[in-house]
């Protein structure tokens, strides 16, 4: 079992229960402080776990390292953990004033900081507008260049206080979250890659799981739940030759089985005690035998 994202450990510790005596389990996380506290925290465990400090887009490569050619389930809870949000200090909160990085991975080049003082006034509008869905990019993203013509912006307070002073006041005054909010998430996605590992992360992971093995994937915005959809949707497709044609003379064949049509989210007990998961949604898959795999069995 692979647990791409393994946070707090709170799904290694439980994925563990299950899958021991027998199981295999390997955690990764791309950040190294999550990586430290699962190997204290999973210590009881040691000898069923191999945890590695790398973003899950490099799995193929993890698993040839350890000699591992399938796997019978992928897991991935994105976004943040409770520690990179409270404590980690890197400013991926705006209700503290922290400094303007808000990488996963440390020993990344590209911070928020770098983003935000070094792009051109259209990429900074793109990146609020795409990965924000901020309606007032084009403010705010004038606001930062009109600002850091006479200092470098290097704090999440510095920011803030740009984008209240972008947002219209009417427009603050009505909306249920801060002004703040869409273009600290657009800002995060756009220094961890987000959209784009996920998307190329997924086309591997499938070929990586044993035949009936499963991919769990939870988001927590509708640009990543939008790629896992797609992305399942198009590997779970039949050949339309049928349409057309009386008989199939193409190669396609669907790789997955989705599992649940509708997605899986928290019950209202769930979200009052774990607020968290509110914006949660689980998708899975089930990886289909291949015409090789069913020869063999
Ligand atoms: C929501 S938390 C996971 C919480 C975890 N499931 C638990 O039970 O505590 C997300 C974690 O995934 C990690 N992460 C996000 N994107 C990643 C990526 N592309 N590669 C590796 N780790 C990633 C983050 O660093 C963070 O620690």
């Known amino acids: 079992m692979v647990d791409c994202t393994l946070g707090g450990g709170g799904h290694a510790a439980a994925i563990l229960e299950k899958i021991l005596p027998g199981g295999l389990f390997l955690g990764i996380d791309q950040d190294i402080k999550a990586i430290e ?3 204290q925290v999973l210590q009881a465990y040691s000898s069923h776990i191999y945890l590695v400090h790398d973003n899950f887009v490099n799995l193929p490569f993890i698993l040839s390292r350890i000699d591992i050619g399938a796997v019978d389930g992928i897991l991935v ?3 943040l953990s409770l520690y990179q ?3 980690s200090g890197r ?3 705006f209700s503290e004033d922290q400094p303007l990085d808000m990488r996963m991975n440390t020993n990344n080049a590209v911070t928020a900081a770098a983003i935000v003082n070094e792009s051109e006034k259209e990429t900074l509008e793109v990146i609020f507008r795409e990965y924000g869905e901020e ?3 084009g403010r705010i993203a004038a606001k930062i260049v009109e600002r850091r013509r006479r200092s470098e912006i290097v704090s999440t307070g510095e920011l803030v206080d740009i984008i209240s002073g ?3 006041k009417a427009a603050a005054a009505k909306s249920r979250i801060h002004p703040a909010t869409r273009v600290f998430m657009a800002l995060r996605i756009a220094v961890n890659k987000e959209l784009e ?3 190329a992360f997924l086309d591997s992971a ?3 799981l044993a035949p009936h093995g499963r991919i769990a994937v939870i988001s927590f915005h509708s640009l990543e739940d939008r790629i896992v959809k797609h992305r399942f949707r198009d590997m779970a497709e039949t050949c339309k030759c049928s349409k057309e044609l009386p008989v199939c003379v193409c190669t396609h064949k669907p790789k997955l089985k989705i599992v649940a049509r509708k997605p899986v989210r928290p019950s209202e007990e769930e979200v009052r005690t774990n607020p968290m998961s509110r914006s949660a949604v689980m998708r899975i898959a089930e990886k289909l035998p291949t015409t090789e795999d069913e020869e063999e069995m």
Do not use: Q
């Open 197 to 199: 590992v996920l998307d």
């Open 85 to 87: 949000i409270k404590s």
């Open 135 to 137: 309606r007032w990019a």
């Open 206 to 208: 499938v070929d990586l």
């Open 91 to 93: 400013g991926f909160t």
């Open 166 to 168: 972008a947002v219209p």
């Open 37 to 39: 506290n699962a190997r």
């Open 77 to 79: 809870d994105l976004g």
